[in-house]
């Protein structure tokens, strides 16, 4: 049976295909046509299909949508055109490639061709081949890009201790939502890092890193790696700062001025009574040494006012008693002076 039907889709194939009405020739392309909630399959038209422009992401799935609901109930043949490559035909696929999918969607005459894990060389031409008669072919161009990775502010950037630091990295040419952006500071993943107050808010196509109070220590390589994207580095420079530096990117500046205003209030009154207590320690330490050398100044005027005392009352003691002492002294010198008066008159006699 197979073999019978093999042969029937080389006949089709080998057939002439009447090109000014059924087979849509590949034109330049456009976006491809996104069917709007409730809108109706008669507004779908082979014209608004023919050369449509797919683009999908390297490591993504790309999904080329056929609809034949114009052509009845007909089956649908995959080709890769510019290979000439059969992919599928009907539900069957063709080719060893396991990362090709084929859905069929009955109610919306819908075929859909899923190509998983995209490759470069999975970029090309693919036809969508209606089995009608005569065929039908639609075309469709299969763009395949790179997504990667842009962090704001690279590949160098500074900011000053005691900040807080956001990092924004935004993915460029995706076309998938990523499984997860995951961020790195010198080889080692921060995501649940709990050494640091560190945040990680993730939206569509965007994390940003966000860094309170900055460190010394959080300088250094810092890598977002998105799935299926390529990586962006940065390397980030800490310098000395103030508690109320501006923060990178102009934001959140108002609740680090309030910060800022808080400490250096609390510093202010700390010096204050520090210099307070310091002024009140020297006074009690020069009051202290003052009043030691007045108290030494009294003794001494008071010992030496005792000494006069003393001399005073001894000097009267001798007042006392040398009275007598002078007038016998006087006594023998005038006796002494007679005697050698008279020796003196004696000599000049004999003479």
Not at 122 to 139: N, R
Not at 214 to 232: K, L, N, S
Request: glycine share 6%.
């Amino acid at each position: 049976m197979r073999i019978v039907f093999l042969l029937v889709l080389a006949v089709v194939l080998s057939r002439p295909v009447d090109v000014r009405g059924r087979r849509h020739e590949i034109t330049a392309p456009h976006e491809y046509p996104k069917r709007q909630r409730g809108a109706s399959l008669a507004e779908i038209t082979p014209e608004s299909q023919n050369n449509t422009e797919v683009v999908a992401q390297l490591g993504g799935t790309a999904s080329i949508k056929c609809y034949t609901h114009f052509f009845g109930e007909e089956m649908v043949t995959w080709l890769k055109r510019d290979e000439d490559q059969l992919l599928t035909a009907g539900q069957h696929v063709y080719i060893s490639e396991p990362r090709y999918v084929i859905s069929h969607v009955r109610h919306q005459q819908l075929w859909e061709l899923s190509v998983r894990d995209v490759r470069q060389s999975d970029a090309g031409v693919y036809e969508c081949q209606v089995t009608s008669h005569p065929p039908t072919s639609l075309f469709f161009i299969l763009k395949v890009v790179e997504a990667r990775a842009v962090l704001q502010g690279g590949p160098d950037m500074h900011v000053q201790t005691g900040a807080t630091l956001r990092l924004h990295c935004t993915l460029h040419h995706a076309t998938e939502t990523p499984e997860f952006i995951f961020w790195y500071h010198n080889g080692s993943m921060i995501n649940y890092a709990p050494r640091r107050p560190l945040k990680v808010v993730k939206h569509q196509y965007k994390s940003v890193l966000v860094i309170s109070d900055v460190r010394w220590d959080d300088a250094g390589h810092y890598r977002c790696e998105p799935h299926m994207a390529r990586e962006a580095n940065l390397t980030l420079h800490v310098v000395a700062g103030e508690k109320h530096a501006a923060l990178h990117n102009g934001q959140g500046e108002g609740e680090e001025h309030s910060t800022a205003t808080t400490t250096t209030a609390t510093t202010t009154t700390t010096l204050f009574l520090s210099s307070g207590l310091l002024l009140l320690l020297i006074q009690h330490f020069y009051g202290t040494v003052l009043g030691n050398k007045c108290d030494f100044a009294r003794i001494n005027q008071k010992q030496q006012q005792e000494e006069e005392v003393e001399e005073e009352k001894k000097e009267e003691e001798e007042e006392k008693i040398n009275p007598h002492q002078k007038r016998e002294g006087n006594n023998g010198e005038a006796e002494e002076r007679t005697i050698m008066e008279e020796d003196e008159e004696q000599e000049w006699r004999y003479s």
